[in-house]
Structure formats: C-alpha cells, structure tokens
C-alpha cells in the first residue's frame, strides 16, 4: 500500500507516497523527477544509481524507502555543495574525464565518498572504492587521475 | 587518404566515402536560403544552411548533425564550424538536429546517420564550407555597410573588423543584410596554420551538464501525466506469448494497465517500481515458436562448415595458389563470438501516440529512421511523427536500431494517448539486443625469405550491411565484413580475400563498436604474430619488413615501440604483444603488456597506443577516445561472450556479461602523431586494437596461440594441454 512520507533530499524534506519496498531510485527518477541518479542494473552491480546516505555511498536500487527513515540523502544534484564533491566535479572537468557522461554521476559519488573517508586515497583505495561503478565508455584511467587531482586540491 | 588498396575488385569502404562524400558536398550545399531550426523560431535571423543561425542578438546556434553519444562529436562539430564561421567560440548554442535526411543525411551514408566513426571524416569538408560561407556573407555584409572591399575586413570571435578604419560591427548587427546575399558557392576555407580552434585544448561543450546531473538523456524525459512501462518480449527468438495470467500483476499499486501484444508483454504503471513488480507478478507462457531448438553449438557448426567452401571473391592480388606450390602452407583459423552492446542507459523510448500524431523522444544514432520507422508501424504520415532527439548514453552500435521506439509505441497503441515511458531492465536490454555477429576467418598463407608471400584470407559471418544498409551490399559482398581485410597494409606480393555470408539461425545481428575491422585485425594481427613466430622474428621488426607502402603505419609502430619499451626484459609469464592497423582512415598501433598467472588469469599491465589519426580536431578528446576504445575492446577480448540455449540468450547483467572495472584497468598511455592529412575516424578504432594486442602479449607471455575469443582461461593455466 501507498504510504505518505517524508525524505530528506539534499537538505529538504520531499513528502512522497510510496510503498515500504520502493527503491529510493525510482522514488527519485519517477516520483520526485530528480533524473541525475541513473537506472544501469537494478541489482548494484553497475553503481550508476549510487548516493549517499549520511555521507556513506549506497546503491539507491536496492535502498527500499522503508529503511531510510530520517537519514539524509544526497544526490548528484547537490552534491556540488559539499567540498568534496565540488573538488571531485571540478577535477572532472579539468580533465575531461567524462564520455557519455551516464555513469558519471555514480562514479562522482562515489569518487566524493572516496575523498570524504579517505582524503589521499592511493591505488588500492581507489580501486576498492570505485571498482563497483561500471564505466562502458572506460573513463578510468582518467577517472583515478581526476580522484589524485581532486585530493591534491584540497590542501 | 593516402593509403589505397593496390587493386580491389570490388567496393570498399574507402572508395564508399570517397564516392559519397562528394555527394554529401552536393547535399550540404544545394540548401536553400531560408531559415533552419525550430519551428516557431522567431524570424529575422541569418541561417545560410542547415548548420548555422545566427539571431538578431549575436546568439549563434550551432546544429549537430551527428549525435553525441560520448565520443565528443558535438564539440568537434561546433569546433569546425565555429573556426571556418569565426564564432565566438564560448558563446555558441548547440541544437540536436530534427530528422531529416535532406539537411543532415551522413555523406558517406546518405542517410542521418552517427556511425562508422566517420562523423568527422564525413563532414570535415561540408563544416568547414558551412562555417566559411556564413562567414564570408556576414563580411560582404559588412563590408557593403561600410562600402569597402570586402577583402579589406577580416573577422575574429563573432565580429567583423576594417582595420583600415578601426570599424567592428557584431555578427547580431549584420543578420538582416546577410539574410539578402546568397551563399557563395566557394568558400575560401582557412589554411590549417591559421586555425584558432581546431587542434587547440578545448573543453567539452556536454560535459559540465554531465558531471551536475543536468544532462537530460533520453531516459530522463519526463512529461506531465506520463505513465511508466516496462517489458519483457519473448525471451526466445521468435517466440509469442500463448497465455498470460495477470491477476496478482493487477494487485500490485501502481500497476495501471497490462498489455499483451503478440510477442511481448508490458506492464504499465505509475512508476517504474510498479511497472516492474507488475511484471514479475505476470505468469506468462510462451509459445517458444521455431527456435527453441537453437543453441551457440549448432550456430558454430553451422559457421564452421560454410565457413569450408569458397566464398565471394573481395579482393586479389597476384596468385595465391601459384605461390602456395612447393611451399609450406601455413593455417590458422580465429573465431569471435556474439556480444551484445551493454550501454549504461539501458533501451528506452518516451511515446505519445494520438489519432493523427505521435511523438517520440529518445537517443538514437538514427533520427530519420526512428522517424520513417514509426510513421510506418502507425500508419501516420512521417511529418505526423515528431522525434526528439538526446544525448545517448552509450550507443555503440546498439542505437543504430530503432527497434525499442517501435516496441514503445506498439504499448503506446494500447493507452488513450497518455505519454509513456518504456524502459527496459538490464536483463531485457542483454537477452534482446541485436548482436554483434559470430565470425569465423581462415587464413592460409606461405612465408618466403622471412617475408609473407602469399596470404589467403577467407572471412565468414553474418552481412549486417545487406539488413542495414541494403543498396550498399552488392555482389554478395558485406563490405563492412571484409573491410581491413581488403585494406591490408602490409606489403604481400600474392593476397586473396573471400567473403562467405552465413546468417546464424534466430539471432538479429547489427553493428558492434568497431565493427568489421574487429574481426579482421583481430585475425590479421594474431597471424602475423604467428608468422613472425615461423619466421623467426621480432613481430615489430617483421611488421615493419612489410609496412613500406604504408608509411604511416610504418611510423606509429616504430613510435609505440620506442615508447612502451618494446625488447626490455620482463618478469616471467608477462609479455608485451603488438598490433597495427589502418581502420577508419586512422592508422594506429598498439603494444598490450600483460601477465598471465599461473592459474590462467590475465592482468594488464600496461598499454601503449601510437596514432596517425590526420588532423587532430580535438587532441585530448582523440586520447579520451582511444583509452575508452581500447578498454571496450579489452574488455571483449577478456570477458565478452553472448551464448545461446534453446534460442534464448544466457546472459542477463553484468554478473555473467562482465565490464572490466577500475581495479583492472592498467595505465594507458597515448601519443598523437602529427599529421596535415585529413582527419581520420577515432571513435572505434581502439576497440579494434586491444584485443589482438593483448592476445599477442599473452602469446609472447605463455607461448599459447590463442585464436578465439573472449580468452580461454583453462588454457593458460601453467601445464594446461596446448
């Protein structure tokens, strides 16, 4: 059954009707019209639909709207707003890392929770962190340049 | 276009662009003198072709003919045109173009087309006369304003200047006077050392929309009152639905309405969620129809055999069989499997079909044919079907089709008019692409003196081309198939090309990042690296033997050579193979360095890439293309395989149809190699160059010659059987 609720996106409260199970993907896209957060898999393998919740990376498709309660989301759209994702965004442009550009905002995503836990990620930490976002176009070689650059920018 | 073929017996894809591109010249430049773009757009604005309008206000729009898929076309395109127009280049909009074959056909293709990587190589010359003419009518403007030689003014940045008289007048201030003047039929263009844009760093026009989530791709179009659907079309080739029961689908909330339609299913909702849990909820039967017997095995036996009697003649040169007397005859044969495109963006299309109209929004690479396509399937006249046209993300090849506009409005006929939203799931999107076909070649060759001396070379596999493209498949001939196997570039004396069409049973086959040149260089490059084994040579040193009329190439592999250490020791299991090719008139090698493990695994190390891709529009998006090519074509090479059981395809996401990811991507590093020719096609060409660099290097590193793909692991495994 529908239910009335209340999320926090990006620091409003969004009222919406969904059911418990919902994702918080479609609940996004389809209910609230916030399109930046993308539908690859529907079984976070691919990472496209990744935002964060209290700052930590989730995957939105399998995020039932049930669980969130009064947590805070943050999607692609704001994620500008916080230093590190405006670091992340900027060095993505410098380099030009972006293709098709439809996986980005899940790479950025999770690129700004990279960078927010672990401010001079090396290598390893880079691949652990970003090795569930799936990029077709295959950005990663600048994608792990951009993350350095925007580490670097922040001292 | 300096590299010919000796002799060719029939068309080639180069001698296709060089024929048609003309044409294309006719077409971009016959347009009347009347304003292009939006319907309503406000009068009194300047558009002396179908590219450029300039408005009152100094707005200058740019409109694509080529869509923008990822490959940076968009910024190349407004690059040319805004360096020959002297447009302010930071200030210039960009328009997706509407349909229209007329006004934005491909020159090579004659239709509107994104493809083929030839979105520069077909439009270069049209550009630049587009952006030359408005120019050259917007100075004549000037120039009569302020009675002066025309010749006396020059332009810069969106402004005509008289030097002489210190006067300026905008491009905005000049619109009404240029709107009088025809277009000239000759343009002077610029000489390419005076080039203010083209060849510079530039960013990308799509890209800072991207990375804030703002870019509206065609998934992403939203419209009041639209519905959400999703689909499951019979999950065997052929098949129809025989019966569907849809009473727990009706209970879901938010399920609206459930659709059977012949051979596909569509559960309607409020959302996608409610669309999709409807769908699960269906108990469907199918009728599996003619092809549930058909599995990948019957398809490769079937490929195998054909693939044993002569084929059509492409291409030859000298006698094979003469050269093959008395000498030894060395052969091998390499097989590719099907695979399917994988976009991030999964298939959607956004419709809204009413009694004498339909509009459709989606990204395709084929706007006109997504147009005539549905205009067909509803009976409207194609001026009744509006397109709208989006950034794509991901094409491939895969948007090359219009099939999920048409199944979009096959649900849309069953709604009253209402927009709906047709997504596919990934599952959807994999188990009904069209697939890049199975190909099986037999190369048969004898060496003389340490050289190649004879090389017969025998391609089969589907003719996506006589589906696609129908008047360009002639004399049996896919000349997309046989494409760099009929441009070779080495220098063989005796050279015999055959094409054996085989259609496998069931399965749709279409274009595949890369496209023909994937199979051939990936057969042509393991060969040579096997003849050179015979030979006794060093694979660059006997590829360069043989690359003396092709000195472009000649020259990117003696660079990549020099710049991914080529001969320095390696640790054991590790090898570095290489890979040349001439490929959308780009000429390109390639050196993979890779490990394999003693278990079979294989790890890049590391990859270099030298091209000669002619003028280069925009260097670091040639670089962008050529690390994400090279990383699709690897991870073909590594993981890609499509299988088919009882006429369904296996594989469903991205757990059994594998993408590399960041943890298994290696440096890659690549130089650009100056060049006054003509710009070269980039998009695909790395795709075509990874896998038989890598299959080299893994020969290098174990000594197993590989000859099908994706890699066979077990086969690698240190002390497995050769």
Partial sequence: MSLSRELKINGHAHAVEAPDDMPLLWVLRDLLGMTGTKFGCGIALCGACTVHLDGKPVRSCQLRVGAIGDREITTIEAIGATPAGARVQKAWLDLEVVQCGYCQCGQIMSATALLTSTPRPDDADINAAMAGNICRCGTYVRIREAIKKAAESAT | MKHEPARATTLTRRQLLGRTAAAGALLAFHLPLRAQGKAGAAGGEFAPNAFIRIEPDGRTVLVMPQVEMGQGVYTSVALILAEELDADYSRVVLEHAPPSDKLYGNPIFGIQVTGNSNSIRAFWVPLRRAGAAARA???????????????????????????????????????????????????????????????????????????????????????????????????????????????????VPGVHKVIVDEDLVAVVGDHMWAAKQGLAALVITWDPGPNAGVDSSAIWEDLRAASAKDGVLAKANGDVAQAAKGAEVIEADYELPFLAHATMEPMNCT????????????????????????????????????????????????????????????????????????????????????????????????????????????????????????????????????????????????????????????????????????????????????????????????????????????????????????????????????????????????????????????????????????????????????QGGLIFGLTAALYGEITIERGRVLQGNFHDYRILRMDEVPPIEVFLIESGEAPGGIGETGTTAGPPALRNAIYAATGVALRRLPIDRKRLAKGAPT
């Fill in chain 2, 137 to 251: 009518m917007l100075v004549t403007a000037a120039a009569q304003r302020w009675h002066v030689d025309p010749a006396s003014c020059t332009a810069a940045q969106g402004e005509v200047v008289h030097a002489p008289s210190g006067r300026k007048a905008a491009y905005g201030s000049l619109v009404a006077a240029a709107r009088q003047l025809a277009p000239p039929a000759n343009p002077p263009l610029k000489d390419p050392r005076n080039f203010t844009l083209i060849g510079k760093p530039q960013h990308r026009y799509d890209t800072p929309d991207k990375v804030a989530g703002k870019t509206t791709y065609g998934i992403d179009v939203m419209l009041p009152g639209m519905r959400f659907a999703t689909i499951a079309a019979s999950p065997t080739f052929g098949g129809r639905v025989a019966s569907v029961d849809d009473s727990a689908a009706r209970t």
């Fill in chain 2, 351 to 626: 419709v809204q079909l009413r009694k004498d109209s339909c509009e459709v929004w989606l990204g395709t690479q084929i706007i006109s044919r997504v147009q005539a396509t549905v205009a067909q399937l509803t009976g409207l006249a194609p001026e009744k079907v509006t397109v709208h046209n989006h950034y794509i993300g991901g094409g491939f090849g895969r948007r090359l089709e219009p099939d999920m506009a048409l199944k979009a409005v096959r649900v849309a006929r069953h709604l009253d008019g209402e927009p709906v939203k047709v997504v596919w799931t990934r599952e959807e999107d994999i188990q009904h692409d069209i697939y890049r076909p199975v190909y099986r070649d037999v190369i048969a060759a004898t060496l003389k003196s340490g050289r190649i001396d004879s090389w017969k070379y025998k391609i089969s596999g589907s003719a996506v081309i006589a589906r696609w493209l129908p008047p360009a498949f002639q004399k049996g001939i896919d000349i997309d198939a046989v494409d760099s196997a009929v441009d070779i570039p080495y220098d063989i004396p005796n050279l015999r090309v055959e094409y054996v069409r085989v259609e496998p049973p069931a399965v749709p086959t279409g274009f595949w990042r890369g496209v023909g040149p994937n199979n051939n260089v990936f057969a042509t490059e393991s060969f040579i690296d096997e003849l050179a084994r015979r030979a006794g040579k060093d694979p660059v040193a006997f590829r360069l033997e043989m690359l003396g009329k092709t000195p472009r190439l000649r020259a990117a592999v003696q660079h990549v050579a020099e710049k991914s250490g080529w001969g320095q020791p390696l640790p054991a299991r590790c090898g570095r193979g290489i890979s040349a090719q001439v490929s959308f008139g780009s000429f390109i090698a390639t050196v993979v360095e890779a490990e394999v493990e003693d278990a079979g695994g294989v790890h890049l190390r590391r990859v270099t890439c030298a091209v000669d891709t002619g003028i280069a529009v925009s260097p670091d998006n040639i670089r962008a293309q050529l």
